[in-house]
């Protein structure tokens, strides 16, 4: 069959913008009869448009508080009828019922009503029900009937028309179609997501992983390309996941667009600094933290972060978890460091400034800092891996220590810092510190020993160039030493504190040497490891 003209437009949107516009043009230039519903048909009538009220087209008043209006077979048959199938057309005169040849139609606002803190009733009656079946019988009737969800589309539309006498193309009516079913997707996503939260009174996924995870990604922004130049790559975002001041939501106050491997970067530099309630600085490059610190002012802990390593701060992200100060980002100028991103809760108005002197530095400003959501993501071949997010949450009056030798007050709020640093760090993690700095970071090794001796040495370095003697430095792993080389390499380097999980089969091994080395270790009880 042809494409039919557009005689009979059923017009019930909760987003009225251009509306009016919209049915007054299909009205006056193609004569298409208008119906509609409640507030839509008034904000109709009000531009000059004759409208057909859809109790008139039923012949069925609206009831239920408006639950029951479209929910009619002379809306439906009108909408699912097959044009060029003589026995559904003599069904459909028979029973009165008109061909309804378009609809224009979105939906309750209830991912909206969700984000207002609305209560569970009010939430409930913002749920379409009409909507989406009136969206649906005309996208599966997409032959012969247009169906418009967003009225970004009404020009293009209208366009169509005036160049084929009033009617829309099939190519253009499939592509309707396929945008209703991706609308009542996602819609019909957003509610059962949201009942199952109610349901476990908790954020994100369940307690108890389900046996279905429906996600929704919403394109955020396109990139140039993905770790290298060679692969696409664009930025989606998880909206039920998407919490006020996550990494998704921060504003860009300058610099050049982010890139695939800066939201890498930003993401674990940003997630491990949170985990600090004191001002907090961590520089991270490739994903490992090679400068982080603790401080009573931001500007102070940036000194010891940068101090920590300087040649690999080069290019590196920064993020604190309070205020940037003017002063921080002077002492980034005279350190001369080339940075990347710097991410934080906010910015002084002369720190700003400054940022915003260098046009291609990537300034994001977040507004506050939360609590990691539950639960992260990782595509393998074919799948995805789900789990819930690793923090430091264990308690210091939950650890052992089982050597001869306890760790001193001063020792053991170093031991907790470099616990908290070491979680950020690639796997095999060692992470010696000093003073509330990480000064020796030994990543991602396949065996712990030659990470520990890589930490060991990077501390050391870091000692001799800030002018400090290497001695009073902690480490700590993320994993248990399963075997007692380790603790004799960190001895060797003067560590005199260790904190790791303990429960290898060969922990007596490691205590024994400990007690030989006059070292005092920690026992957490939980592993961090980071992948």
Wanted: net charge negative.
């Amino acid at each position: 069959m042809g494409n039919p003209q557009i005689k009979r437009a059923l017009v019930s949107v909760t987003d009225k913008t251009g509306v009016a516009e919209f049915a007054k043009a299909l009205h006056d230039e193609f004569g298409v009869e208008i119906v509609s519903t409640g507030g839509t048909a008034k904000a109709i009538e009000a531009a000059g448009v004759p409208v057909r009220p859809i109790d008139d087209l039923t012949g069925f008043p609206e009831m239920m508080d408006g639950r029951v209006k479209t929910l009619h077979p002379k809306v439906h048959g009108g909408l699912l009828a097959k044009r060029d199938n003589a026995e559904h057309m003599r069904q459909a005169e028979e029973h009165g019922i008109g061909m309804i040849d378009m609809v224009v139609v979105n939906l309750y606002a209830f991912e909206k009503t969700v984000e207002s803190g609305a209560d569970f009733d009010t939430c409930i009656e913002n749920i379409d029900i009409g909507g989406p079946s009136m969206l649906r019988s005309a996208a599966k009737n997409h032959a012969s009937v247009a169906v418009v969800t967003d009225p970004a589309s009404y020009d293009a539309i209208l366009e169509e028309m005036r160049a084929n006498d009033g009617c829309t193309t099939l190519e253009t009516r499939r592509k309707l179609a396929l945008r209703v079913f991706q609308t009542t997707n996602v819609y019909d996503g957003a509610i059962a997501r949201w009942l199952e939260k109610q349901l476990d009174e908790g954020a994100g996924l369940p307690s108890e992983m389900p046996d279905t995870v429906d996600l929704h990604l919403a394109k955020q922004q396109g990139l140039r390309y993905g770790e290298n130049p060679h692969q696409k790559a664009a930025f989606y975002r998880l909206d039920e996941f998407a919490q006020a001041h996550s990494l998704v939501n921060a504003e860009q106050l300058n610099g050049k667009e982010l890139s695939y491997n800066n939201l890498l970067d930003t993401d674990a530099c940003w997630s491990l600094v949170r985990e600090f309630d004191e001002p907090a600085v961590v520089i991270l490059k490739h994903q490992n933290p090679c400068g982080s610190a603790v401080a009573a002012t931001v500007a102070e802990a940036y000194d010891k972060a940068f101090a920590c390593d300087p040649k690999s701060a080069f290019g590196g992200i920064i993020a604190a978890n309070v205020e940037v100060s003017q002063e921080m980002v002077e002492h980034i100028n005279e350190n001369k460091q080339f940075i990347e991103v710097v991410i934080a809760p906010s910015y002084e108005q002369g720190a700003l400034d400054l940022l915003q002197q260098k046009k291609n530095v990537r300034v994001l400003r977040t507004g506050g800092v939360d609590a990691p959501v539950a639960v992260e993501f990782r595509s393998v071949d074919g799948g995805m891996l789900v789990q819930n997010v690793d923090r430091v949450t264990e308690k210091p009056e939950d650890f052992t220590v089982p050597t001869k030798r306890k760790p001193t007050d001063e020792e053991m709020h170093e031991l907790l810092f470099a616990w908290k640093v070491c979680k950020g760090v690639k796997s095999n993690a060692i992470l010696v510190s000093k003073n509330h700095a990480g000064i020796g970071m030994g990543p991602g090794q396949p065996n712990r020993v030659d990470s520990a001796e890589l930490a060991c040495k990077r501390a050391h370095e870091a000692c001799e160039r800030m002018g400090v003697e290497a001695t009073g430095l902690v480490a700590a792993s993320d994993a248990f030493f399963p075997f007692r080389d380790n603790i004799d390499t960190l001895a060797s380097y003067g560590v005199t504190a260790i904190i790791q999980p303990g429960g290898s089969i060969r922990d007596e091994e490691s205590i024994q040497a400990c007690d030989e080395h006059g070292i005092a270790m920690v026992f957490t009880g939980h592993r961090h490891f980071r992948h």
